[in-house]
T-cell receptor
Framework: SQQGEEDPQALSIQEGENATMNCSYKTSINNLQWYRQNSGRGLVHLIL?????REKHSGRLRVTLDTSKKSSSLLITASRAADTASYFCATDAGPRDMRFGAGTRLTVKP | KAGVTQTPRYLIKTRGQQVTLSCSPI?????VSWYQQTPGQGLQFLFEYFSETQRNKGNFPGRFSGRQFSNSRSEMNVSTLELGDSALYLCASSLELAGAGKQFFGPGTRLTVL
């Protein structure tokens, strides 16, 4: 069963705009991770945020975590066509168990 | 370092057959996890191996099994294939147990069951 749920399911924006994706989960977690997947290929790890962290940055990526609301958001600033992909959040539903959400399909139009 | 490799990349089988997929993790990684990805169910966790021991298992029937060798390479076997087993099978390796840190994914094996 899936732990996280991303919102929206699909997002279409113009190059240069910001993209925000949200993830909600059900159980307590130790950490939450975001991954990107280009069509039909393997996933690429983007960022990991631990349950005692509220915000984390990596380049054009900004991730926030609100454990009281059991939610996280991924912000991609100044998007590029190459950012077109599916984005997944993954939580450690514990013990030693990772679960992925259904993903947000992001399309960045040039 | 070489990334995670999976073989074969594509596979076509018929119902009732069995299949074995292989995954070679990044050198030094002891954890290998397997996932099934389908359009309908998304990414679902199959199982994880760490130091040759299965550490956790997802909610899949016993037809799905796996093992890990002393060099950390892992194989996944599906017996008595069903049409619904058509999917992209991904393996991921990590230094620590899955969930504790970053996982590195292979390109996947696309299995089609006819």
């Amino acid at each position: 069963s899936q732990q996280g749920e991303e919102d929206p399911q699909a997002l279409s924006i113009q190059e240069g705009e910001n993209a925000t994706m949200n993830c909600s989960y059900k159980t307590s977690i130790n950490n939450l991770q975001w991954y990107r997947q280009n069509s039909g290929r393997g996933l690429v790890h983007l960022i990991l945020i631990r349950s005692n962290e509220r915000e984390k940055h990596s380049g054009r990526l900004r991730v926030t975590l609100d454990t009281s609301k059991k939610s996280s958001s991924l912000l991609i600033t100044a998007s590029r066509a190459a950012d077109t992909a599916s984005y997944f959040c993954a939580t450690d539903a514990g013990p030693r168990d990772m679960r992925f959400g259904a993903g947000t399909r992001l399309t960045v139009k040039p | 370092k070489a990334g995670v490799t999976q073989t074969p990349r594509y596979l076509i089988k018929t119902r009732g057959q069995q299949v074995t997929l292989s995954c070679s993790p990044i050198s030094g990684h002891r954890s290998v996890s397997w996932y099934q990805q389908t359009p309908g169910q998304g990414l679902q966790f199959l199982f994880e191996y760490f130091s040759e021991t299965q550490r956790n298992k997802g909610n899949f029937p016993g037809r799905f099994s796996g093992r890990q060798f002393s060099n950390s390479r892992s194989e996944m076997n599906v017996s008595t294939l069903e049409l619904g087993d058509s999917a992209l099978y991904l393996c991921a390796s990590s230094l620590e147990l899955a969930g504790a840190g970053k996982q590195f994914f292979g390109p996947g094996t696309r299995l089609t069951v006819l």
